[in-house]
């Protein structure tokens, strides 16, 4: 279910009340993250504690919710500072929230990128 290395992902910032549900989180994606729920984009929101997430997409014929709660520990988020509404991660930094690994003692190693070149 979570094996999508081309999805958008963006964390929202603030702490989101886990009582939330399907529409109640689409509203919040429009209104505080500025996003568009039905665009296929992956958002995820997190307790207050920390040891509870939230995944909202638009899944081409409904939303899917995912949900995981952690019986010990925390998630490491990455940090935020100055940004409202949400910021966007990568896959692999998903993959390394839900695994348990804080991204910011993660050393990452130099990889190939193409330019991106404008078309005059």
């Not at 939303?63 to 935020?80: C, D, M, N, Q, S």
């Amino acid at each position: 279910m979570l094996n999508h290395p081309g999805a958008r992902i963006f964390l929202c910032v603030e702490a989101t009340d886990m009582r939330k549900s399907f529409d109640s989180l689409a509203m919040l994606v429009r209104d505080q993250m500025g996003g568009d729920p039905l665009s296929g984009t992956w958002f995820v929101f997190h307790s207050k504690r920390r040891d509870r997430l939230k995944i909202l997409y638009w899944d081409g014929d409904g939303y899917a919710l995912w949900h995981k709660r952690l019986e010990a520990g925390t998630f490491e988020l990455p940090v935020a500072n100055g940004v409202s509404g949400s910021v966007e991660i990568p896959a692999g930094d998903l993959a390394l929230i839900l695994g348990g690994i804080d991204i910011a003692s993660a050393r990452r190693r130099r990889r190939f990128k193409l330019k991106k070149y404008a078309v005059v």
